[in-house]
């Protein structure tokens, strides 16, 4: 529960370098414990940062996201 808090903090704080890190820890400890939950529970965090095959997904440039003018 500690590690879910830290990884939601210092993605908030714009750490996410470090927040993936501590993730990967957790997964890593997860998987030692067959601890299936945690699994899931990291993995589909990790998702949201990961690009399957290519790495770690880019962030939009200054947080700025796609517009779509509708009108």
């Not at 880019?58 to 779509?68: D, H, K, L, P, V």
């Amino acid at each position: 529960m500690l590690a879910h808090r830290a990884f939601a903090f210092l993605k908030n704080e714009g750490r996410v370098a470090e927040a993936i890190h501590l993730y990967e820890q957790v997964l890593q400890a997860a998987r030692e414990r067959n601890d299936v939950e945690e699994i899931e529970d990291c993995s589909w965090e990790l998702s949201w940062f990961r690009d399957e095959g290519a790495g770690l997904r880019r962030s939009t440039a200054n947080a700025e996201q796609i517009g779509f003018d509708f009108s």
